[in-house]
């Protein structure tokens, strides 16, 4: 029998250990699941490592597909953060890109370029608002967020399917081929975000302002009197009260800004790459649940989940061009549940000693 | 409305209902002992996939095909179950992001979706569960397409729904349970195992969620999908809540939503002009509705939810 052992002070270096160890662990695993579907593990595991880093070419595809996992990433560390499990980032990202694209179409020619911030601010409010839903009914009437967000998110890949696909929406193209196949409208030039070229290595806009926006976010919750009034309700939601801090604002504000967060994510995907509304490549896109995999490695800090997702991103990439016989669909979002699971035992590591429990035989005086 | 559209709704109610039912009931069998599964759309998924193999590779008579896949697809779930529950009672995990983490490793984009395309699942299963004819009855007004014309999976349902009635109100092993969902630390002290106790309801409860994906790949939708179960796992999870923890109340509750999914089919089939997606999101919408009510105060009182549904249990950290 094992036994777990509560330990005392949690080393430092711990921190740096577990993710590396779980993505590891979830490799090995992963090695032995290509193995037994016939495939060879470390040619894969190679073609991976090409695909996604090798080149400047590699790499700024990688930084593409990171982006959008960057603010979903984000968004899961902010809640779970307070221990508010929003699992909606998805829906929140579709909402987000819908109403960014709205903003891009409505104004993208008159505006030119000064269209982004306000394309920036439509996918933030609508990405909040959508997580608003269940932030109200969690912190006013006790509703399970859990269910309630991941519920949206079928709603609004739904809504946005009926805006392209079934109705004649301001997003849907109405002439030419769209004809003959549904599809959105693609947003005027003007609104394309810019890209920071060096070299070969391309840098999309919406990474740098998720970036920016990590740092933001770490500050806040690092320096400001909300990061700790958070802090001490992720704790114990009595004692916070009884201190007097409204916390059912609180958890309303922190699942807004989630949300925001998300739907800003939507934004930069609709802006930087995308340039149209296109539901079908969103509802399989799966970015919000990557986003909590990126968000337990970085361990919930806002600074770690650029960089994982900069390494999920790379898988992701690699998952998308490899696509084929000898690389099912699947196996990218294996891998990540792998190293979640893995993360996730690797926090009891960190939290609890494993002992052997020895059987003292009765009648023994201890 | 015309009585014929009614049957129409009322049959389809009870045939979508089923694999809702089936997870449902595990959840109420791995939430009375104190453990919350998040888990069930990665289990009924990994169930579809496995029992959809069994149905499209093994030769052999079709009961005897059948009988496998739906042993693949418990297997399957309980497999899941079993990770879950090693995560959660043994490394205590957070019961959240274990359930998470499963169906996120084991859902419509994770290894379900590699399982069928490593299996080469395109075409349609072999053998799927068809309609029976229950003693003759089919043909019977009203009361023949309402209840003697189903598979065989939803007459198992309703077996399951009496024997775990059964199970948890009227026997000692019940009482245990349900002991150990409320107060662990009674219950450890009058010498009920808390940890196998919690072990075993927690891989019924995958295995049972196992089956409603085999009801998903073998019947509702014989040709495999990536993501085929489409949220009814979390849905099951919320009838759990709003069946008070009962195994009837679920099976009422399995069978509104089973109406709220069959509507968009059924209505489209019949040439009714309503936006699909407006359909396609009323379970949804209805399970969030549903939830709002139950959660409200005054539900509260008389719920009944496990007490110690979601927390482990540390013997020393009484």
């Known amino acids: 029998m094992i036994r777990l052992e509560r330990r005392a002070s949690f080393p430092k270096w711990l921190g740096w250990v577990i993710p590396i160890a779980s993505i590891a662990a979830a490799l090995v695993a992963g090695a032995l699941l290509i193995l037994v579907s016939g495939n060879d593990p470390l040619t894969t595991y190679s073609r991976i490592l090409d695909r996604a880093f090798a080149s400047g070419e590699a790499l700024s595809a990688t930084l593409i597909a990171a982006t959008p996992l960057l603010f979903t990433g984000l968004a899961a560390a902010a809640a779970f953060k307070m221990g508010v499990f929003n699992i909606g980032g998805q829906g929140q990202f579709v909402i987000g890109t819908v109403t960014a694209a709205w903003t891009g179409l409505m104004w993208g020619d008159s505006l030119g370029k000064a269209v982004i911030p306000l394309m920036i601010l439509a996918g933030v409010l609508g990405g909040a608002l959508w997580a608003a839903i269940a932030g109200v009914l969690r912190a006013w009437l006790n509703t399970n967020e859990i269910i309630t967000t991941l519920m949206l998110n079928y709603i609004a890949a739904n809504l946005a399917s009926w805006l392209i696909f079934n109705s004649r929406s301001y997003w849907r193209l109405l002439s030419g081929s769209g004809l003959q196949f549904p599809q959105g409208r693609r947003l005027p030039e003007g609104s394309d975000w810019p890209d920071l070229s060096l070299g070969s290595l391309v840098l999309p806009c919406g990474l740098l302002i998720g970036t920016a926006v990590a740092v933001g976010c770490w500050a806040l919750y690092r320096h400001t009197r909300f990061g700790f009034e958070v802090a001490i309700i992720s704790d114990s939601p009595e004692a916070a009260a009884y201190a007097g801090m409204r916390t059912k604002r609180k958890v309303l504000a922190v699942i807004a800004l989630s949300g925001g967060l998300a739907g800003l994510g939507g934004a930069a995907d609709v802006g930087n790459f995308r340039h149209v509304l296109d539901p079908k490549g969103l509802n399989q896109s799966g970015y919000g649940y990557a986003g909590i995999v990126i968000a337990a490695l970085a361990r919930l800090n806002p600074i770690a989940v650029v960089f994982v997702a900069v390494l999920m991103g790379g898988l992701s990439n690699a998952g998308r061009s490899l696509q084929g016989p000898d690389f099912p669909a699947g196996l990218v979002g294996t891998l990540q549940g792998m190293v979640l699971f893995f993360a996730l035992g690797g926090e009891v590591l960190a939290r609890y000693r494993i002992r052997r429990t020895v059987r003292i035989p009765e009648g023994v005086a201890v | ?318």
């Open chain 2, 1 to 318: 409305m015309n009585s014929n559209l009614f049957i129409v709704i009322a049959a389809s109610a009870i045939y979508y209902g089923t694999p809702l039912l089936f997870s449902a009931l595990g959840g109420v069998l791995t939430e009375r002992s104190g453990v919350l599964n998040l888990g069930v759309e990665g289990m009924m998924l990994l169930g579809a996939v496995c029992a959809s193999w069994t149905a499209s590779r093994v030769d052999g008579p079709g009961w005897l095909v059948l009988s496998l896949a739906l042993l693949a697809g418990i297997a399957a779930g309980s497999a899941a179950a079993l990770l879950h529950a090693f995560a959660v009672i043994t490394l205590r995990v957070n019961q959240t992001v274990s359930g998470l983490a499963i169906t996120i490793l084991a859902g419509s984009a994770g290894l379900s979706s590699y399982l069928a395309s490593v299996w080469d699942l395109k075409n349609p299963v072999k053998h799927q569960f068809g309609k029976l004819d229950v003693f003759g009855l089919g043909d019977m007004p009203i009361l023949g397409p309402i209840l003697f014309h189903h598979t065989l999976l939803t007459y198992l349902s309703w077996a399951l729904v009496v024997l775990i009635s059964w199970y948890l109100f009227r026997t000692r092993a019940g009482l245990q349970l349900r002991a150990v969902g409320e107060s662990p630390q009674t219950a450890d002290a009058v010498g009920i195992n808390v940890v196998r106790t919690r072990y075993v309801h927690t891989i019924l409860g995958g295995a049972l969620a196992g089956v409603g994906g085999v009801c998903f790949s073998l019947s509702i939708v014989p040709t495999w999908q990536d993501g085929m179960t489409a949220g009814r796992g979390w849905i099951a999870i919320a009838l759990v809540i709003f069946g008070f923890w009962r195994p009837d109340l679920a099976m009422v509750g399995a069978y509104v939503f089973g109406a709220f999914s069959s509507l968009s089919l059924t209505l489209q089939a019949r040439g009714v002009k309503i936006t699909p997606q407006l359909l396609d999101s009323l379970p949804y919408v209805m399970t969030i509705a549903v939830l709002v009510v139950v959660s409200g105060g005054w539900a509260k009182r008389r719920l009944g939810a496990p007490a110690a549904l979601g927390i482990p249990y540390e013997r020393e950290e009484r």
